[in-house]
């Protein structure tokens, strides 16, 4: 086994033998019922330990990481999830918080280790911070038949049709933030996509300008949104055929596990950041189960 310092990056290996890092007693984790070795450093006289680099660090009740991440990316709501963990609503925000912030780096991983994608889809899925007068849009760039998620960015957008006049009435004037986000999100996935890809999407005005100027040697292919297959469906399409399908249906899976998502519901995002996270947390679990489901790694 290699072993490195954290605090000073001495390396102890079988050549240099026990002068450099020596064990140092171990100690029991309470959490997980592990036992952990404590080493020594005789270059910096410090003592480390496996969970001296852990992003896990200090966590305390880390047996119900996996549980909570499984029900939060399984419709349920965090004062929920609380309740059946029977845990403290507080701990659970904790570990949402942490568990997310993990797996939007974890997510970027997992995608750059898998081959260049060629043919994508992307659109934007709307919805809002705590009341309909202020929307929100969630652009998402997936990949074509595997229905892998690529990114995702959170926007502020100014309401629409009749709810225009009530929300400038109320909450002022509102930014719109959707081009930015989708430009980030194009620089974002640049790297993870073939550059004569075939891209997909919707028929917005906008969206042509930015795809040939981040992805120029591109084939875009602009297709007819149609209406949803019963009310409240806005990504299930009636159509038969469904041309951006890989796109609406992962939508509708977002809609279907993520409750702050639901339509009709009681639960709603109170903060974008954090409809950001819960995304990031889904996606990942997403991948995950795609992957396991091809039988994947
Ligand atoms: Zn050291």
Request: glycine share 6%; charged share 30%.
């Amino acid at each position: 086994m290699k072993l490195i310092c954290p605090y000073c990056q001495t390396t102890r290996t079988s050549s240099s033998g026990y002068r450099t890092i020596r064990r140092w007693g171990k100690y029991y984790r309470s959490s997980d019922g592990q036992h952990l070795t404590r080493y020594w450093c005789s270059n910096c006289r410090k003592t480390f330990s496996a969970a001296s680099t852990s992003p896990l660090k200090f966590q305390k009740k880390r047996q119900f990481n996996k549980s909570v991440c499984d029900l939060l990316t399984g419709g349920v709501s965090q004062r929920e999830a609380a309740r059946i963990l029977k845990l403290n609503p507080k701990t659970i925000v904790r570990k949402f918080r942490k568990g997310s912030d993990l797996a939007l780096d974890k997510l970027k991983e997992w995608n750059r280790k898998l081959p260049k994608c060629q043919e994508v889809e992307f659109d934007d899925l709307e919805t809002f911070e705590h009341t309909k007068l202020k929307p929100l849009s969630v652009t998402l760039m997936v990949e074509f038949k595997s229905r892998r998620i690529l990114g995702f960015r959170v926007a502020s957008m100014p309401a629409k049709g009749l709810l225009a006049a009530s929300s400038r009435k109320k909450y002022g004037y509102r930014v719109d933030d959707r081009a930015k986000a989708r430009r980030d999100l194009f620089n974002e996935v640049k790297g993870l996509i073939s550059s004569t890809a075939v891209i997909r999407s919707d028929s917005n005005p906008h969206y042509r300008s930015d795809v040939k100027r981040y992805f120029p040697k591109a084939r875009y292919e602009v297709v007819l949104g149609g209406r949803g297959a019963i009310t409240g469906q806005g990504e299930l399409k009636k159509q038969v055929w469904d041309p951006i399908f890989s796109l609406n249906h992962t939508c509708a899976m977002l809609r279907a596990h993520i409750n702050r998502l639901f339509r009709k519901t009681w639960c709603t995002t109170k903060k974008p950041d954090q409809l950001e996270k819960h995304i990031a947390l889904y996606a990942l679990e997403h991948n995950r189960r795609l992957a396991t489901a091809r039988g994947g790694s």
